[in-house]
C-alpha cells in the first residue's frame, strides 16, 4: 500500500507560480508512473501532468504545456509540479496519483491511478 501527501497549495496572482510536492510513503514508487491531476468546483478531475519514473518520460495536458513541469526525485520518493504563469482557469484542487502497473505508456484518466492523496488547493487570483 502506498500513501500520498501532497503540499505546495496556497494563493498566488495570475502570472506568479507554486510549486506542489507529492511524497510517497509505505514503498518505493520508482516503479510506478506518477501523475497530477486536478478538480475545479462543478467539474470533472482532469489529467495535468504525468511522469514514468523508471524512464523519466513525461506528458502533459495541452492547457498547461510550456508552464508546468513534472519531476521526480528517487531519495526523497516524491513528485513535483512547477507550475508557472499561473491562470484564474488553474484554480482547482491538486491531486497526486500512482499507477503501480506502469509498464512504459502513461495514461490520462483517473480510473487507471490505484493511489491518491487527499489533495492541495491552488488559488489563482486575476
Known amino acids: 500500500q502506498v500513501q500520498l501527501a501532497e503540499s505546495g497549495g496556497g494563493l498566488v496572482q495570475a502570472g506568479g507560480s507554486l510549486r506542489l510536492s507529492c511524497t510517497a510513503s509505505g514503498r518505493p514508487v520508482s516503479t510506478y508512473a506518477m501523475a497530477w491531476f486536478r478538480q475545479a468546483p462543478g467539474r470533472e478531475r482532469d489529467f495535468v501532468a504525468a511522469i514514468g519514473w523508471s524512464r523519466g518520460s513525461t506528458d502533459y495536458a495541452d492547457s498547461v504545456q510550456g508552464r508546468f513541469t513534472i519531476s521526480r526525485d528517487t531519495a526523497a520518493n516524491a513528485v513535483y509540479l512547477q507550475m508557472n504563469s499561473l491562470k484564474p482557469e488553474d484554480t482547482a484542487v491538486y491531486y497526486c496519483?500512482?499507477?503501480?502497473?506502469?509498464?512504459?505508456?502513461?495514461?490520462?484518466?483517473?480510473?487507471?491511478?490505484?493511489?491518491w492523496g487527499q489533495g492541495t488547493q491552488v488559488t489563482v487570483s486575476s
Open positions: 496519483a500512482a499507477d503501480r502497473d506502469y509498464r512504459g505508456s502513461l495514461y490520462y484518466t483517473r480510473y487507471d491511478y490505484d493511489y
